[in-house]
């Protein structure tokens, strides 16, 4: 017979399922934390989880510094704890326990840190800590402790969930500057990049990001067979949502690093990552239709740039590129090595990923079996691709077919916080189909819903970042644009 408090926990899952907006549900899941006992578990420090003695010695040391005023020997503990995970505090396991936060002490430790950086952000110059001392450590302390960054997967027409999702993190400024995107991941990382925060808002809750013809789609009369986005259609919705800028120019506009993946549509060639580090000169749209570009479904694309002159000219003519998400759809490590990236929240839509994470979590197996079990089938379909390489040379349509086959398999599907739409939402003719205004709608609503339960772990493990990113973009000496350098316009 189930007791009263399962009967409660039970009643507000249900009515947090329902609710429309993101204060209400937080409401709900704090009464469901205090219901369940989750709410006591967070004030319990100790835990298998974590280092909590190794946390609370920081914390107390931290107050106990600020106390005493000494500002010298606060920055020299704080170089010595900050690192990203530092004693385990990121691992998803601890954010998975509670509906909303986690253990006290390790929100404790972040916000204590916060205010000891800003602290010494502010605290007047002195010959025992002078302006260089100040600068020279937030910039290590920013190499150190990394930076966050979100990754948008391939998704087909699914991709509308990304849109929940961000719409999501900016409305609560938790939106990373570091944004990757792969097929219909790159459309929205290209709008984006694209727009300020104040037109970014507007664009997100708008209808600003829909097919031109979507009148006509919505008035169209139901039928088996569902019509199927084009190259055309495609190229009217960029222009519709994109503005024609280079990755270099939408950069110098609203200050966001994004890049977007494509595949290389010959043999023998590699992936890329299109950002306004490695081509900035490359026009957003014509890497976002290449990235876009399905095999079999749209043909290949040959990139597009602006020469010396700012005149439009083709880049790499040679080459043509196809959807991105074939190749390396969460480019995490390119980001690692460009951005100093070592947080990741990826918004994953992608059918094949969501169908993969289905059918693993109904196996009746330890999480630790079922990483043995990736582990092997990463290798065997290493191996694999070997062996139809040697053997199909003599076939290389075939043997370019398997290679992407296998990579699309092999792939790393997840990151540090991962937002998923319910795997229900999947239907196959809707994967490059023609939607209504109405389904765009319900996966917008899947995207901001998904992303409500993972809001406090994004605004926990990233908030030392974002504080140091905050105090370097707004230090005297520091230049914002510390990525890329900036274009200087001709006399």
Known sequence: MPTMTTTSSLRLDRTMRSV????????????????????????????????????????????????????????????????????????????????????????????????????????PESEQLTASDKLDFFERASHCFGRSALMLSGAGSLGHFHRGVLKTLAEHEMLPNVISGSSAGSIFAAVVGSYTDDELIEILSGDIIKDPMQDKIDRREKSRMRPQVDASTLSNTLEAVVPNFTFQEAYEKTGRCISITIAPSEEHQNSRLMNAVTSPNVFIRSA??????????????????????????????????????????????????????????????????????????????????????????????????????????????????????????????????????????????????????????????????????????????SKIGRTLDHILDNHDTHNVKRFYKKRVAKK
């Open 20 to 123: 429309t907006n993101y204060e209400e549900w937080k409401k709900l899941a704090l009464e469901h934390d205090a219901v369940s006992g989750r709410e006591k578990w967070k004030t319990v420090e100790k835990s298998k989880s974590y280092d909590h003695v190794y946390i609370r010695s920081l914390v107390d040391n931290l107050k106990e510094l600020r106390r005493q005023k000494d500002d010298v020997g606060l920055l020299f503990a704080l170089n010595e704890g900050i690192h990203g995970n530092i004693g385990g505090i990121g691992k998803s396991t601890l954010y998975e326990r509670a509906k909303f936060g986690t253990k006290q002490l390790i929100e404790a430790y972040v916000d204590e840190t916060v205010s000891a950086l800003n602290h010494i952000w502010k605290v």
């Open 288 to 461: 976002v239709t290449a990235s876009c570009a399905v095999p079999g479904v749209f043909p290949p694309v040959m990139l597009m740039a602006k020469n010396v002159y700012g005149e439009p000219t083709p880049y790499l003519p040679n080459r043509r590129w196809v959807d991105g998400s074939v190749t390396d759809d969460l480019p995490a490590k390119r980001l690692a090595r460009l951005y100093g990236v070592n947080h990741y929240i990826v918004s994953q839509a992608n059918p094949l990923a969501l169908a993969l994470k289905a059918g693993e979590n109904a196996l009746p197996l330890s999480d630790l079996t079922k990483s043995l079990m990736r582990l092997s089938t990463h290798e065997i379909l290493k191996s694999s691709e070997k062996f139809s390489r040697r053997y199909l040379r003599g076939v290389p349509e075939v043997g370019k077919a398997l290679s992407m086959f296998y990579s699309v398999i092999a792939q790393d599907y997840t990151g540090d916080v991962n937002i998923a739409p319910n795997f229900d939402l999947v239907d196959p003719q809707k994967l490059l189909g023609q939607l209504t205004s109405n389904e765009i709608r319900e996966l917008v609503d899947a995207g901001e819903r998904a992303t409500w339960t993972k809001l406090e772990q994004i605004r926990i493990c």
